[in-house]
């Protein structure tokens, strides 16, 4: 049934033929209703094992604090059997977006099938990796036969940039704020849609928790699967090797206009109210928890504030004595799954405070909550205040 | 005109035509087919009862699961009419008919007839787009 749904997609991809992987990334386990634990059940039933290291995405459960989360039973048991039905195949209970900082790095150009688009995107351009989007069912029919259709980002002729983005009219000090990460990303997945840019006029001293930002804002606005940013991500040492020799077909500049515009976007509701904060999409690194932490300094937040993280972060974090530490500022971890897929936070209509540009992109629609993008420094004085509170910006006078 | 059949399948119904690229997964309420991404000009519109034409899907690859729930709770679309080969809802349409879900074609169509399509239309399953009642 696997090589059915592999080959069938293959001519619907035009593809020539099959390209061995060595990994797999599996978004099939989070639950979207029965009809995804049918398919899952069945492959299981058929004594289906996965045939390369494959990690899983969220599911919608927090196995860790069941608590946490708020499906009625009958939900949560679905969600539950969805998740065991991957593990059952093979799959590894890594249980995060982030698969990538839980020690699963393909190497430059590894042929991998990963899903979850920011985990495709972050392969694809942060690594050097070479997977398509691949969604939900396909991900696990690749794990299962150990190959991908040899297609779209597989091929290297497909990888190189179209599109030439300027972004030398931003001054410098700009990118020091974490959030410009995420206005660029989800700029750029406004703009180029499906295509692949190279970034120019940027600093090249870039974290990666930042591109990790910027590829899921990306992904979460367009359906970007890959960018490059020239002297940083390893297909672009430079402009001209980015474009692959060829001239850009389009060149679009992005002014100080363009990106405040796009920043104002990223949030729904105005005003200073605040009714939750939520960070961790992707889930939050080892990094991003030190700098919560030290933002937040001895003071407490006065409304809930969620993070999201896998577990292969609980244990280092543990051990830098972070879990005692976010539970007295008044943080709540939420493992394996995150606030947006699954029911945590409770009740609709609120507002909710994120540093992420996917959590800005999906929470109106998806847990019907207002939404007020801003830097992690800014969700944290905004939570110690219980009011919005941001910083001014670079571009605003007497900044 | 004819189309590229990515998902086999024979449809009628009205065109509902997507005036921008949509997510279905966080875009589509996959217990009701109705749009509810709030930056989207057609939110509120259901999607069952018709066949949608969609330059492509945008965002999340759990647009896949989504349209398969779509089609398992009959709130789903009739067909699908695409401008860019899009593998995320192709898929939801050939899984459906693995599990035994009654599923629906997926045609990709050239720019000229993309814009062209009748207002009502029938869907072969070699891919023929013609006119009906």
């Known amino acids: 049934m696997a090589m059915r749904i592999l080959s069938t997609m293959g001519r619907a991809m035009n593809a020539p033929g099959m390209v061995r992987i060595e990994s797999a990334h599996v978004d099939g386990c989070l639950l979207h209703g029965k009809s995804g634990v049918t398919f899952a059940e069945k492959l299981v039933s058929m004594k289906g094992k996965v045939r390369v290291p494959t990690t899983l995405n969220v599911g919608a459960m927090d196995l860790n604090r069941p608590e946490n989360v708020r499906l009625d039973s009958a939900r949560g048991d679905l969600a539950v059997r969805l998740m065991n039905a991957y593990v059952a195949m093979g799959g590894k209970p890594t249980w995060t977006c982030a698969p990538y900082q839980a020690g699963f790095r393909p190497r430059v150009g590894a042929h991998v099938a990963w899903a979850e688009s920011n985990a495709v995107v972050f392969a694809n351009s942060v690594l050097g ?42 001054p410098d000090t700009l990118w020091q704020d974490d959030a410009a990460f995420a206005v660029l990303g989800s700029w750029l997945g406004r703009s180029v849609g499906k295509d692949i840019a190279v970034i120019d006029g940027m600093p090249v001293d870039i974290s990666e928790d ?109 051990q830098m004595g972070g879990v005692k530490r976010l539970e007295q500022i008044g943080v709540q971890l939420i493992l394996d799954t995150c606030v947006v897929v699954t029911a945590v936070i409770p009740g609709s209509g609120g507002v909710l405070m994120t540093n992420s540009g996917k959590f800005a992109h999906y929470s109106p629609s998806l847990i019907r909550h207002d939404v007020v993008f801003g830097s992690l420094a800014d969700c944290v004085e905004s939570a110690v205040a219980g009011r919005v509170l941001r910083a001014r910006r670079h571009s605003e006078p007497g900044a | 005109m004819k189309g590229r059949v990515l998902v086999a399948g024979e449809a009628e119904g009205p065109l509902l035509r997507l005036e921008k690229p949509l997510s279905f997964w966080g875009g589509v309420d996959a217990d009701t087919g109705r749009v509810i991404a709030i930056r989207h000009p057609q939110q509120h519109q259901l999607l069952a009862g018709q066949i949608i034409a969609l330059e492509r899907s945008i965002g999340s690859s759990s647009g896949s699961s989504v349209l398969l729930e779509l089609l398992d709770q009959g709130c789903g679309p009739l067909g699908i009419v695409l401008r860019h080969a899009d593998e995320i809802l192709a898929l939801a349409a050939l899984v459906a008919r693995e599990i035994g879900i009654a599923s629906i074609p997926v045609i990709q169509v050239s720019d000229s007839d993309f814009r062209q399509l009748p207002p009502v239309l029938h869907i072969s399953v070699t891919g023929e787009i013609s006119a009906a009642q």
């Open chain 1, 129 to 170: 990796a070479r997977t398509n989007r691949y969604g939900d069912f396909m991900d696990i029919c690749c794990a299962l036969t150990g190959y991908a259709p040899y297609s779209g980002m597989h091929r290297p002729e497909h990888r190189v940039a179209t599109v030439l983005v300027d972004a030398s009219p931003l």
């Open chain 1, 210 to 318: 930042r591109l990790k930002a910027l590829g899921a804002a990306a992904a979460s606005t367009g359906s970007v699967a890959l960018f490059h940013i020239a002297g940083v991500t390893p297909e672009a040492p430079d402009v001209k090797t980015a474009l692959g020799g060829n001239a850009p077909a389009r060149v679009l500049t992005l002014t100080q206009e363009r990106f405040d515009t796009q920043r104002d976007r990223m949030s729904t509701a105005r005003g200073d109210r605040v009714d939750v904060v939520a960070v961790g999409s992707p889930h939050f690194s080892l990094d991003e928890f030190t700098h919560l932490i030290r933002f937040f300094g001895d003071r407490r937040s006065r409304i809930p504030f969620y993070a999201c993280t896998g577990r292969h972060v609980l244990s280092a974090l543990d």
